[in-house]
């Protein structure tokens, strides 16, 4: 969730709320304090309170979680729930902490205290996050695209690239044998017809730039007839572009890399005649392409990854704080 104006209406209540309870129950601490001449502790009334407010807020934090995976419910949007979990959140970590004054006591209450660290600062990260990374991706990935249909793009340029340089080099049987639009998993039978009905032109991802907005969009070429001495290209495609458009960075091939890529394919061009050229170039716009989409899924990894940390210790959290609830009232 982005801390920006936009929201400001949405946060503005909750840190109002936040810094209400926090500088309420702090100052009240404080005051028992010179009260009893030592920082009370959990049994005492303010203790009490204090612990039964953290309690609350800690299982508030955690209702977020069905929250958002029931959105037909109409409990206050998603926004402002999260806008809660943030600010309630932060505050939690002091609430408790004054609750134990300053003890951390048996292993019960050191494991809950420990966790309880542990989910607020991988909440305050993937908060960091979320502030940082989607700028990023705006930045660094013109080609961004729906991170689920990444797959998919790359399978549908694929068999664009295939049919660009068959048109290019002219067909042949080792070439259908080696790649054919039969092989690509995902790609079900009103796409494939549509990528091969017509054969007077090709269908090539390409990279355009209006004004500073740059991304994907579709740019037909109509073939003439294959291109002599074009060999090379079907032999670079099929033992360098294609490896790479299939497994990204993870084929170790030097197209990963853009600056050597660029300097790959301005070598490809010197031994191809200019009519070839313009397929070159349509071939490294879709190693940039898988470049792109390589960077995003790792943005999206980090975007997304640190909810595998927070949310399992949350859940831990609150399991051990109905313990520690059951284990207070019995010892009373």
């Known amino acids: 969730m982005l801390l920006n104006r936009e929201f400001r209406a949405q946060h503005l209540p909750w840190v109002v709320l936040a810094l209400a309870i926090l500088a309420g129950l702090g100052a009240w601490f404080v005051v028992e304090r010179f009260r009893l001449g030592e920082w009370p502790g959990g049994s005492t009334a303010v203790g009490l309170t204090l612990g039964v407010v953290g309690g609350v807020l800690i299982l508030f934090e955690f209702l977020l979680w069905p929250r958002k995976k029931k959105r037909a419910w109409r409990i206050g949007r998603v926004r402002i729930w999260l806008a809660g979990h943030i600010w309630l959140g932060l505050i939690t970590l002091p609430l408790l902490i004054f609750h134990s004054g300053f003890h951390l006591g048996g292993s019960l209450s050191t494991v809950l205290t420990v966790l309880l660290v542990a989910v607020v600062l991988s909440g305050a990260w993937g908060l960091v996050l979320q502030q ?3 700028r990023r991706m705006l930045e660094e990935v013109p080609a961004e695209t729906i991170y689920s249909q990444i797959g998919r793009i790359g399978r549908l340029t694929r068999i664009e690239a295939r049919r660009l340089v068959e048109a290019t080099c002219g067909p042949t049987e080792d070439e259908r044998d080696r790649f054919s639009p039969d092989g690509e998993e995902g790609i079900d039978s009103d796409e494939e017809e549509e990528q091969t009905a017509n054969p007077s032109y090709v269908v090539v991802g390409a990279l355009r730039t209006a004004g500073r907005v740059q991304g994907t ?7 003439s007839a294959p291109v002599p001495g074009s060999e ?3 032999v670079f495609f099929y033992d360098e572009v294609l490896p790479y458009l299939k497994s990204g960075g993870s084929s170790r091939s030097p197209l990963a890399q853009r600056h050597r890529a660029e300097a790959i394919f301005r070598d490809l061009k010197t ?18 392409q ?6 995003q899924a790792r943005l999206h990894g980090w975007l997304h ?8 210790m949350s859940i831990a959290l609150v399991a051990l704080m109905i313990i520690h609830i059951y284990v ?3 010892y009373w």
């Open 328 to 330: 207070a009232i019995k």
């Open 232 to 234: 090379p290209l079907r």
């Open 271 to 288: 031994q191809l005649d200019p009519k070839a050229h313009p397929t070159v170039d349509a071939l490294a716009a879709a190693c940039d």
């Open 132 to 134: 940082l990374l989607p």
């Open 217 to 223: 969009v579709l740019q037909t070429s109509v073939p």
């Open 305 to 312: 990854g640190w909810l595998l940390v927070h949310l399992p």
């Open 290 to 295: 898988r470049r792109q989409h390589d960077h």
